[in-house]
C-alpha cells in the first residue's frame, strides 16, 4: 500500500502517463494484517485511521485516491476544517457535498470511494468495472500537439 496518495503525488509524463510518486511510507502488507501507523496527509486521510483501531491498507489507499478524484472533478476536496482537529472530526463524520455539475456516475463513483465504512468501500476491481470507468474513452490523449509538453 502507498499511504500516501495525494495530488502532490500523482505526476504526468509528457505521454500522458500517470506515474505515482514517493514511496517513502509505502508498505507490503499481507490480506488481513491490520496496521496502526499514523500515515499520510491530513485532507486525504482516511477515517479509520483517524479512530486508531488499527485499519487495513487497500480501503486508506482507496479512500485517498477518492479524495484525489474530487478534488480534479470539483476543484477543491471533500473536507475541510479550521483546524487539524475539526478537519479531522468532519473526515470521521463523513459527510461532504456532491455538486450536481459532474455526471451521475463520476458522483456514483465518488460515493463509493469515499465511504467512511471500509468493510462497504468500493475495492479497485470494483473501481474498474464502475459504469463511469467503462465510460472513459480509451483513444483519449491527454496531450495534443499544441501542447507545451510535446516535443
Same mark, same amino acid.
Given at each position: 500500500? $502507498?499511504? #500516501?496518495?495525494?495530488?502532490?503525488?500523482?505526476?504526468?509524463?509528457?505521454?500522458?502517463?500517470? &506515474?505515482?510518486? #514517493?514511496?517513502?511510507?509505502?508498505?507490503?502488507?499481507? @490480506?488481513? /494484517?491490520?496496521?496502526?501507523?499514523?500515515?499520510?496527509?491530513?485532507?486525504?486521510?482516511?477515517?479509520?485511521?483517524? &479512530?486508531?483501531?488499527? *485499519? /487495513?491498507?487497500?480501503?486508506?489507499?482507496?479512500?485517498?485516491?477518492?479524495?484525489?478524484?474530487?478534488?480534479?472533478?470539483? /476543484?477543491?476536496?471533500?473536507?475541510?476544517?479550521?483546524?487539524?482537529?475539526?478537519? /479531522? @472530526?468532519?473526515?470521521?463524520?463523513?459527510?461532504? +457535498?456532491?455538486?450536481?455539475?459532474?455526471?451521475?456516475?463520476?458522483?456514483?463513483?465518488?460515493? $463509493?470511494?469515499?465511504?467512511?465504512?471500509?468493510?462497504?468501500?468500493?475495492?479497485?476491481?470494483? +473501481?474498474?468495472? $464502475?459504469?463511469?470507468?467503462?465510460? +472513459?474513452?480509451?483513444?483519449?490523449?491527454? *496531450?495534443?500537439?499544441?501542447?507545451?509538453?510535446?516535443?
Amino acid at each position: 500500500m $502507498h499511504r #500516501d496518495i495525494k495530488l502532490d503525488n500523482i505526476l504526468l509524463n509528457c505521454y500522458g502517463d500517470i &506515474k505515482i510518486a #514517493d514511496f517513502g511510507v509505502s508498505k507490503r502488507i499481507t @490480506k488481513g /494484517e491490520i496496521l496502526y501507523q499514523r500515515y499520510g496527509t491530513p485532507v486525504y486521510v482516511a477515517p479509520e485511521i483517524l &479512530k486508531d483501531q488499527g *485499519y /487495513e491498507g487497500p480501503p486508506v489507499d482507496i479512500w485517498s485516491a477518492g479524495v484525489v478524484l474530487y478534488a480534479l472533478l470539483y /476543484e477543491n476536496f471533500p473536507f475541510s476544517g479550521n483546524t487539524v482537529e475539526d478537519l /479531522e @472530526k468532519n473526515i470521521q463524520k463523513g459527510k461532504y +457535498i456532491l455538486p450536481t455539475d459532474i455526471s451521475s456516475e463520476a458522483r456514483d463513483l465518488l460515493s $463509493h470511494m469515499l465511504d467512511s465504512n471500509p468493510i462497504t468501500r468500493i475495492t479497485i476491481s470494483q +473501481i474498474y468495472k $464502475h459504469s463511469w470507468m467503462q465510460s +472513459i474513452d480509451e483513444s483519449c490523449i491527454a *496531450y495534443n500537439n499544441n501542447s507545451m509538453f510535446i516535443q
